[in-house]
């Protein structure tokens, strides 16, 4: 199942992803380790110096006697295979209490069997060689054509030199390293995906002109994934690309998506306080002792939260455009909050405000596109809040709507609009400068039956819009009249697609093409659509594509008529074998009507 689907714009992603990257509980771990062994160096150098100020380390050496005064045993200049031999002899009699007599017999004995044996095997190897030198060589080979396999380019194929192995590794590396490069004509998609009881978040480029789609990297999860809100400021303060993922769980994880194998999260916003269970993993990979740590986790019980933390499902999120450092999350404990990105690891400061201005789970929240500090809000008690997020939420705007919010979008060209999906299918347009005392400016029907699940505005063409439902399609609107937004009446479809992917929960328009989109639902497989070719779209908004370079039904209907047509080759091949069958057939009655004319004229005569 795909839950929610987003979009990278182009150039915010690394062309050249890293592998692995070092979190901030390693670098400190890491940090710690050094600290730790400089301390120990030192300390053992101090330790030294004082013993030799003290005088308690005494060198002494002692000192040398003539060879002739030390014992025999330790004459190692006299030293001799002999003495080995009968010492060794002794300590074998000694171990085995046999008479001196024996052992002087059993020692004869071995000796000369391995006389034996090595005389044995010299001459064994002296008549191999002789053996060998004495048979002729009878392979037989075949010529090698060179120049032959030069042409079929097979040359020096599999007797590489150690410099070609080297390239060869070099052209491996650079193999891998092309298979995972992002270029511009790449679009990068993220997706959460549940399959089998496992979450991820995963990363899909579209090849725009070759037309292929394919999961670039993946990160696991480890909760069911609800929504998920792209940024590009780090918890470092530093820019990149991220992306922030809400889950059934309280926190809300941010990752850095041009690193391939991350095994952590640049910082987590809320959830669990793991505080003393990351400072035990530290001393325990410094060396340190970790007795006390394991007596303060015990009393834990593992159930607290950070302060400020959601304490339910985190249903929403929306990563501020203008104040790029701010992300808003709705959850279903009913709140909305603020989080500061780079007071993430302070967890006192990471949760700038919160927000109680609801009485239901809050499904959506949707920072306006041009206002950084105005926030809209829509939850399950069937309301929609504005407010201002540099004050408490009792300055909030309501309206109430006849069910459930779905989601909300702002209209990009005309951002005093924001648009309602509510769960019985209708959507409504507001006007937020008189947001609680008018009623909408239209209210569709956009679906009947399956509710709408998502909507969202093309950022490049004025007034294209479109939906999502459980019905497995997706429907584009025109919510435009002569180039203005509808005051009156409703927005005009233009067109319906089964996008074969089950039901639809998440759809959304590419930033940088004018006429790409993208879905995703319980088919577990993400559908793109570029509306390039649709005739309906060129019909509806062909003034409004012609401004963003587009060519449009009328356009292409001019270009056809200021150029000669080309002629069918088909169609004239037809066209001349029928003259040619009524040359035919008129020769054939000419024929005849001759004949005719010779035998009336015998019978007349």
Known sequence: MISAIGWVPVGVSDPNPKRYELSAAERDVLQAMEEQEGNINNRDQITNKDKRKRGTIKVQVPPSAPASELPADLRMDEYSDDDEADEGAALGNLLLDQPASIAAEVAAEEAERNDSDSNDNGNDEEDGDDHEDDVPDTREFEPVDVEGLGSMGLYNVGMGTGADMEDMDFDEDDSEAEDVKI????????????????????VHVYDQKRGTLYVHHDIPLPSFPLCLAHGQVSSEGTTGNFCAVGTFDTGIEVWNLDVLNALEPSCILGGEDTSSADEMMKLQMAGG??????????????????PGSHTEAVMSLSWNPIHKQVIASGSADTTVKLWDVTQANDHAKANATTF?????????????PKEGTLLATGGYDRKIALLDARSSGDNAKFVKVQSDCEVLAWDPFHPENLVVGTEDGQISCWDVRKFDTSSP??????????????????????GMLVTCSVDKTVTLWDSYSNGAPIQSGSPTPCGSKDMCAGK????????????????????NILSLWNLEAEEGVKRNFGDRLENIGIKTLDSEEADDTSTPKKEDFEAMMAADRGAEQKSDQNGKKKKKGKKGKKKAHKRGS
Not at 505 to 515: D, E, H, I, K, Q
Request: charged share 15%; net charge negative; proline share 4%.
């Open 356 to 368: 109680q201005h609801h009485r239901g789970k809050v499904q959506s929240v949707v920072w306006h």
């Open 183 to 202: 270029t511009d004509d790449d679009a990068v998609i993220l997706v959460t995906k549940t399959e089998d009881d496992f979450s991820a978040l995963e």
């Open 441 to 462: 400016l239209w209210t569709l029907v956009a679906n009947e039956f399956g509710g709408v699940t998502d909507l969202s505005f093309s950022p490049h063409v004025p």
């Open 504 to 523: 639809l929960y998440s759809v959304g328009f590419y930033p940088s093409t004018p006429l790409l989109l993208g879905c995703g639902g319980s088919g």
């Open 289 to 306: 002792n970790t007795k006390n740590t394991k007596m303060d986790m015990s009393g834990m019980n593992g159930a607290s939260l950070k």
